[in-house]
T-cell receptor, first 115, second 114 residues
Framework: DGGITQSPKYLFRKEGQNVTLSCEQN?????MYWYRQDPGQGLRLIYY???????QKGDIAEGYSVSREKKESFPLTVTSAQKNPTAFYLC??????????????FGPGTRLTVL | GQNIDQPTEMTATEGAIVQINCTYQ??????LFWYQQHAGEAPTFLSY????GLEEKGRFSSFLSRSKGYSYLLLKELQMKDSASYLC???????????????FGKGTKLSVKP
């Protein structure tokens, strides 16, 4: 079955530690995205990548980093510089980014809690 | 600025019809999406509108008026499993790198009661 996987579903970390969230897709999609979702807030874009070896900052990139070394993988690192990292993180992918009814498909999410 | 407004919460009765509104003010427009999200789960795609008018898909319909910056999602014959948040998202047609990104509203939490 094609889809997007994120692991783990729940993650606990101590304050000051970096943590990497994984995102893998086997949909052969070019574009991938990371969002953050907080209670009462809409999804906010952290980073996006249109193609391998390329990525761009979204609206709230501070304190986060990404890489896109393979088409199927787009890991997100939450660094100690992120002031309020506890949130629900969603990874998504789409055929491409720009045109048409190219809806984004979402992974199941990772709930990160920083203690 | 970019702004998408939806009601925060709505309640409806099983078997009824409910309309969830979305108004938007964005620098550009290149399509509007509706997603359904059950608590703690991933959003799933419901509908897409890029031209004015109504798109129907089973019990769900979505309407768009570009001149008014307005869309609604219509759910008919409500079922308990329709209890979820409904997210409205506009594809930006901005310049430069942000072109094509989705701007999400905060979502409308729908509760369906027996």
């Amino acid at each position: 079955d094609g889809g997007i996987t994120q692991s783990p579903k729940y993650l606990f970390r101590k304050e000051g530690q970096n943590v990497t969230l994984s995102c893998e897709q086997n949909l052969n999609h070019d574009a991938m995205y990371w969002y953050r979702q907080d209670p009462g807030q809409g999804l906010r874009l952290i980073y996006y990548s249109q193609i391998v070896n390329d990525f761009q900052k979204g609206d709230i990139a501070e304190g986060y980093s990404v890489s896109r070394e393979k088409k199927e993988s787009f890991p997100l690192t939450v660094t100690s510089a992120q002031k309020n990292p506890t949130a629900f993180y969603l990874c998504a992918s789409s055929i491409d980014r720009l045109a048409g009814k190219n809806e984004q498909f979402f992974g199941p999410g990772t709930r990160l809690t920083v203690l | 600025g970019q702004n998408i407004d939806q009601p925060t919460e709505m309640t409806a009765t099983e078997g009824a019809i409910v309309q969830i509104n979305c108004t938007y003010q964005t620098s550009g427009f290149n399509g509007l999406f509706w997603y359904q999200q059950h608590a703690g789960e991933a959003p799933t795609f419901l509908s897409y509108n890029v031209l004015d008018g109504l798109e129907e898909k089973g019990r769900f319909s979505s309407f768009l008026s570009r001149s008014k910056g307005y869309s609604y999602l219509l759910l008919k014959e409500l079922q308990m499993k329709d209890s979820a948040s409904y997210l409205c998202a506009v594809r930006d047609r901005g310049y430069g790198g942000s072109q094509g990104n989705l701007i999400f509203g905060k979502g409308t939490k729908l509760s369906v009661k027996p």
